[in-house]
């Protein structure tokens, strides 16, 4: 049904965009194209009507429908196959089935109060109500869309194509962070801790680093400073995170290594073998993940241009390089490169150039996909080793570990002196800083504090609601049902029948 | 009547296959096993993790024959299933009091 009502609206918006070109006449869209546009600034907006409202470009449309479905798509079932491969038999379809899951779950959510809250209005942490239920987003009487806006002057989505790329970005983070409590994690548990955490923190991270008015309002150097000061926090102090190298990898990697600590680790974790059941689900699983990457990265740019293909090409070089790097990594210090570390520094790669994709040049994703490989091949063996928590698809070794490096190397190759595209002086001004007057090292320290924030912010948010679903309902499944593979014990069926 | 139980590497379980009815053997059965013998098992890295792989597999050959065979039906399985190597397997002779063919209710050297 709700497919069928975004066809719907989708084709309603063709439509209506066609008939307006046709007509040659102004749609009657608020003027307010940003996000954030509230419906009672809908009059005042009126009001000073005297250019046309922008109407949004077919292949931009286009091109994110696409680009949510590929992030659709990585999700369920590419990550729930990556994971599911690398559990043992007895656990494969409660990983299947957490990943699928959560996935509805937060999706539901989000059209509930979880856009609301990340992509309007409200103080620098927190959006506010405007969009409960996606109100506003789509007036029936007139059939009219609101709108979203971009990163370029005059260019807007229909808010809802925006609501739903968004939604999968919510989704997928909260699946990242079942990896690290895998094969131990009561069904019902795993449900409320998400929907603690995505609302606590998710929620208020994406606003925090992904919440501005948009271009179009930065009408005068005077509202520069006004504009401004009504984004998310870390967006004001100008960090870079493209597609979410903070928001999606670090937040739920540091939720992930606080959850493996919480519930403990898995019975027999190092003295009994527990190998991946079937890595050939994982490599298609990771092979599904790099292709729907794309949409993720280079949908990111929420235009398709230059931008988008910048991301595009950053997203396909890096993990290249890190696949590379990896199993070269395993071959010189633990003797054979594995099809688990290729499909690994896949992954690594992937999550190290998120927040660089549209911010870095060539020289950027040759140098960070390389140096995810041989950090992440560490993150997942010595630092696993140090850390001692039984993060059991090492989350936090990856997605933390990862996101923190593409986090702060973005601040490095965004420099245009090392081929990045800079970011702009302002958003009135609109041309990019120079590389005279560049600052690494400033950039460098912004990205760190960002990286700071999100770590605090997560691990306290995932510790306090690890801890209020262990006092209520209880984090992990008894020592018997353990031990019988949460596939019968939780969900009455078996992945494989013999 | 004896029952022959032969322990193999899994590869060679064809030319074990044709050995056997070459001298006459009328049926088989066969098991996928796993074991430990002198032959030592390999580690495996998973990430971080290393284990060591103690049960390697094997397969097991079981064949029902009459008494006079058994010398040809060992030299066949020795022939056919040796590579030289650590590993080859083991063949255990058993007697055998009593067969029955399900279908027709023969018995014995008849049944086989």
């Not at chain 1, 007139?142 to 990163?151: D, I, L, P, Q, V």
């Not at chain 1, 990896?179 to 929620?203: M, P």
């Not at chain 1, 606080?258 to 009994?272: D, N, Q, T």
């Not at chain 2, 390697?56 to 020795?78: F, G, Y």
Request: hydrophobic fraction near 50%; include cysteine; charge should be neutral.
């Amino acid at each position: 049904m709700k497919k069928l009502c975004a066809f719907l609206a989708v084709v309603l918006s063709l439509a209506f965009a066609g008939v307006t070109l046709a007509q040659d006449k102004p749609a009657a869209t608020p003027e307010k194209a940003a996000a954030e546009a509230k419906p009672a600034a809908a009059p005042e907006a009126k009001k000073e009507e005297a250019k046309p409202a922008p109407t949004p470009n077919k292949g931009d449309v286009a091109w994110m429908l696409t680009s949510t479905a590929l992030v659709l798509m990585m999700s369920v079932p590419a990550l729930a196959l990556f994971y599911g491969g690398m559990v043992r038999s007895k656990n494969a379809l409660s990983m299947l089935m957490q990943v699928f899951v959560v996935f509805s779950l937060v999706t539901v959510l989000w059209c509930i109060y979880g856009y609301s809250l990340a992509f309007t209005e409200g103080n620098s942490f927190f959006g506010g109500f405007d969009r409960l239920f996606l109100k506003g987003t789509f007036d029936s009487d007139k059939g009219e869309f609101s709108m979203a806006a971009t990163f370029s002057k005059g260019v807007v989505l229909p808010e809802l194509v925006y609501v739903a790329f968004q939604a999968t970005f919510a989704a997928i983070t909260c699946c990242l962070i079942l990896g690290a409590i895998a094969e131990r994690a009561k069904f019902s548990a795993v449900l409320a801790f998400i929907v603690l955490w995505f609302t606590f923190s998710y929620a208020p991270i994406a606003h925090m680093v992904w919440f501005w008015m948009g271009p179009d309002v930065y009408t005068s150097a005077k509202v520069v400073d006004e504009m401004n000061g009504k984004a998310g926090l870390l967006w004001q102090w100008g960090a870079l995170d493209f597609a979410g190298g903070t928001v999606v990898h670090i937040n739920s990697g540091i939720a992930g290594l606080v959850g493996a600590y919480l519930i403990g680790r898995r019975i027999g974790y190092g003295k009994e073998a527990m190998p991946p059941h079937n890595l050939t689900l994982t490599m298609i699983g990771a092979a599904l993940l790099w292709t729907g990457w794309f949409g993720f990265n280079a949908g990111s740019a929420l235009e398709a241009n230059g931008i988008a293909g910048l991301a595009f090409i950053n997203t396909y070089l890096a993990t290249a390089c890190a696949v590379l790097s990896w199993i070269a990594g395993e071959a010189i210090f633990k003797g054979k490169p594995s099809m688990l570390g290729a499909a690994s520094g896949a992954v690594a790669g992937l999550v190290a150039i998120t927040p660089a994709a549209g911010n870095v040049g060539i020289p950027g994703a040759f140098v960070i996909g390389t140096a995810a490989g041989l950090v992440c091949l560490w993150g997942v063996s010595g630092l696993k080793k140090m850390l001692g928590a039984d993060d059991s698809l090492d989350v936090f070794g990856v997605h933390a570990i990862g996101g923190i490096l593409g986090a702060l190397l973005t601040g490095v190759f965004n420099s245009p002196a090392l081929g990045g595209p800079s970011f702009p002086v302002d958003w009135f001004v609109g041309t990019a800083v120079p590389a005279k007057d560049y600052s690494i090292a400033a950039q460098l320290w912004i990205q760190a504090k960002a990286v700071g924030v999100t770590f605090v912010w997560s691990g306290v948010v995932a510790a306090i609601s690890y801890k209020l679903v262990d006092w209520t309902i209880g984090l992990r499944v008894s020592e018997e049902d353990e031990r019988e593979g949460l596939d019968t014990s939780a969900h009455g069926e078996a992945a494989y029948r013999m | 009547m004896k029952l022959v139980t032969a322990i193999i590497k899994p590869f060679k379980l064809d030319e074990v296959r044709e050995a056997l009815s070459a001298i006459g053997v009328q049926g088989i059965t066969v098991t996928e096993v796993k074991g430990f013998g002198r032959q030592k098992g390999h580690t495996e890295l998973y990430r971080g993790a290393e284990y060591v792989v103690d049960f390697l597999p094997k397969v097991k050959v079981e064949a029902a024959i009459k008494s006079e065979m058994l010398e040809q039906a060992i030299e066949a399985i020795e022939k056919s299933a040796n590579t030289g190597k650590i590993g080859d397997g083991k063949i255990f002779v058993f007697d055998l009091e009593k067969v029955i063919r399900i279908r027709t209710g023969e018995t014995d050297a008849a049944a086989l």
